[in-house]
């Protein structure tokens, strides 16, 4: 059973750096895709990140680029979520999902592709 668990989040400050996690199961990411979405208290959530199963290339939304990174890890079965230049409009929580739909990492990312979902890890940034 496929199964994903995201974990990394915390408090940090205004242009600190976090690295999230997504630990996989069940499932091989040579043939899923990960991405990473985040939902701020009151907002839809949006897709921010994804990583392609095919060849572990990393995709960002466009507002994002400049900060935020995927990057995947086959021996351990991780996926990661680079940020850095936090700022307080950051402060989310955070989740990875898988995909095994062709072209999933193509932005905007359409959650309807991604199942297997994490509960989560909370990042907050304070100004």
């Known amino acids: 059973q496929a199964h994903v668990v995201e974990s990394g989040g915390g408090m940090v400050e205004s242009g600190d750096s976090l690295k999230l996690s997504c630990a996989v199961s069940g499932f091989n990411l040579e043939y899923y895709s990960i991405g990473w979405f985040r939902q701020a208290p009151g907002k839809e959530r949006e897709g921010v990140a994804c990583?392609?199963?095919?060849?572990?290339?990393?995709y960002s939304a466009d507002s994002m680029k400049d900060r935020f990174t995927g990057a995947r890890d086959m021996t351990k079965n991780t996926v990661y979520l680079q940020m850095s230049g936090l700022k307080p409009e950051d402060t989310a929580v955070y989740y990875c999902?898988?995909?095994?739909?062709?072209?999933?990492?193509?932005?905007?990312?359409?959650?309807?592709?991604?199942?297997?979902w994490g509960q989560g890890t909370q990042v907050v940034v304070s100004p």
């Open positions: 999902a898988a995909s095994g739909v062709w072209n999933s990492c193509s932005f905007p990312l359409i959650e309807d592709f991604f199942s297997s």
């Open positions: 990583v392609s199963s095919s060849d572990g290339k990393a």
